[in-house]
């Protein structure tokens, strides 16, 4: 496998990831990240845990930076290219550098596709359409006319924070952030509030920065936010996630909807769902498959499909995915959508490295099982 | 043995063999839990939930539940409620016995003189009661649950035929006992009787047998005859594997889909290919060796478990997650054939820590080093692919291929175990001793991928957790790790006064 090193590795500037001890260094050090990563999964749940840990280029432990899960693996990539160039090949070593080669092309297709990849849901209940899915984990303030519908001014979840201005050149008025927090407590004040701008649901409740959920569809973002320029609609107002009582304001000859949503990511296709069905197994109520009938759009064209558990819509380079389902007086699907242009590079690389282990046993065992 | 073994068999048989003909009853379909099972496996669930055992009195659960739907007054004072906590005896007003088990009507008058407690139990949320007030609305469902059982026949029948068989029941009329089954179901699905049988053989428990027969043909050996010993330990050995291959080869069949889909089908996959890897270890090295490892891990696996397999039915209907598919399929079977013989390295690397500071012949020791790199290679072969076609099935279903799920990267880190222990060990960077070590805790890495994954209680995956199993794989790791610790120390002091 890993050959001693040699002096003359040192030559070559990356010659020095290509070493043995090196690689022994890094991989031991993988290993903690994917143990402390995935122990944080309790606490701080799957999404905070890819950007602390695994996606992030610095670990940072009491202050202290160190090396995260894509700093490694970077290294350790780099440093299977460099000893993959300079290897000699031989027939002896077969196995060896084609598991090589496979891991390679694995972990080059792990960036590409982290890079490329990008995943959210859609949820429908029968006979509505939409041609957005929703990011997970990303909020957004949008501000909806509400006559025609269509979104006048939105704000990403990074502008958004306590204390933070927002304006938009759609917008005559601007919007001052009082609170602005990712997973909020709502609380009903005792009487209602002093300032006498409050309005709506500023005007009876307060939102309270909370801890921050490890099961992440409980965080519920909300803002408290003053309105300026708007004239008579000047004043204090307050939005959350999933509000049932839609806040609005008008300012001149417009009435806007504020609403705080998970950040919308346009599909460049739009999906009908005509039917959703739950099968049961007898007398129980556990779910044996589900199933969406659903109607793609693109352009022009127009066809059925159906979407089923393990059985996903691949469209455009997009992966639809029957994820869950709410059930109610309407069923709701919840489809999982990911857009992924790295598919291939897996299976490549699965069958390669697949290959290689195989070839290497073949040449190795003999040796270590006889006599 | 083997005469034991063909005892052990027909006293099964023989139990069943009453007056009336339990077989056809136990054949009868029941629609429970959203599966068709044979009345067999219903009964047996409900006795285990009730008393905690599968038999009652010598006779099968089956006969018991004759009795309690067609003879409800004598199976209401037979003692089945098993209360083991003497506070909830006293709390009850019940007295004490040695067996611990009540009757319904004990259980009923107990709880009926107390209703208003009860009732006010009740009201409370579960989190503020204490252990024995639990236990005590634990019993008062039992006994609901029981009492309805006895009130209506457990599968779809005409009122009138249901009635004429339990009169031939009670009047011990085996003929028309035999008629009212036939008027039931005249041909019986060889589903529900193959489970049935399932049920009777009880082919783990067998094997558990066996392999515990291995370890003691083992220690005989030791002490006299040993080549005898020898031939009967591989003899036991491939008897206990061939049983264990048949009692999987039955859930196959029964249940119409691959073998492992939960975490008791893993266990028992896990053992298996322990097993077949022993064997195939004994094979090369005679030493008994293999059958050691074979014998010790398939028990082990084993009395694992069958703590879960009297959790409830061991053959539940899959979530639509695991409904199945052939990459799931082929992903699960290869990545547990990775942690069974990822478990036999573990073992190995006990043999040669223990041989290196009681015997160490560096050529044995050299020997063994090398079958250990031999299954480190294998191990690894299918872990790695294991975990990489996981990632295709995912990649299938979900359209990702790695996500990070707690389950993804417990697979993953047995692979980069044995990636890292590998290239430290080709490298020259790991001592032998070091690599054995490394190797030996491949038993934790194993367990806490596969067991302690599913105490995180996040991801995809985490199916299966039951309490007091983070206890045990705690222990586990401590007791392993003490181990490796104590023996290097060991090794160390005497290899160095020995050069010194």
Redesign the interface.
Known sequence: ????SKPTLWRHPLGFLAR??V??VL??W??VI??V???A??SI??YL??QQY?YAWVWWVGGVPLPGGATTLALITLGLAVKLVRQRWRWRKLGTLLTHLGVLA?LVG?FV?TLW?T?GNILLAEGEQTDFMEAPYRVELALTDTATGQDVAIFPQRVLASGATLTHPALPFSLQLQTYCRNCTLQRLATPRANPAARGLALNFELLPARWR??EEENIAGAIFRITGAEEADGLYGVFEFMPIPQTLKAGPYTYLVAMRAQRIPLPFSVQLVDFEKD?????A?????RSDVIVTDGAVQWPARIS??K?L?YKGY???Q?SFVEGAQDVSIL???E?RG?L???L??FI??LG??V??WQ??PG??R? | MRKWLILFLLSGGLAHAAALDLQGFATLPVVHEGRTKPLDTFARLQLINLSGRETLAGQPATHWLAQALFEREQAFVRPIFYIPNPDVVQALGLPPTATKRYSFKQVFLGLNGHRPVINQLQQQPVTALSLSQRQILDIQQKAVMFYNLTQAPPITVKTETWQKLGAAWRAGDATAWSQGLAAIQPVVAPRLAWEVLYNRVDPFRLSLALYIGVFLALLAGGLFWRRFWWRAGVALLVGGAVVHAFGLGLRVYIMARPPVATLYESILFVGLVVALCALVLEHRRRDGLGLFIGSVVGATLHFIGLRYALAGDSMPMLVAVLNTNFWLATHVLTITIGYGSALVVGLLAHIYLLQRWLNPQPKRLQELMNHMLAMSALALFFTLLGTLLGGIWADQSWGRFWGWDPKENGALLIALWFIWLLHGRLSGLLEPLFMAVGLLLTTVVVAVAWFGVNALGVGLHSYGFTEGVLTNLLLFCVLEGAFALILTGLIWRKERSRVG
């Open positions: 496998m890993v050959q001693k043995a001890d690689f022994f991989l031991g993988l290993m994917l143990v990563g995935t122990l999964q309790a749940g799957l845990s890819l695994f694995l792990g596709m990849t995943e490890p099961r049961t197994y007898p007398g129980t556990t779910a044996r498959a589900y558990m393990n996903p691949r992966t639809l995915y994820a999982a959508v990911v992924n598919r590079f897996p299976y690389s699965t490295i697949g282990l195989l290497y046993l190795r065992l270590l099982w006599p």
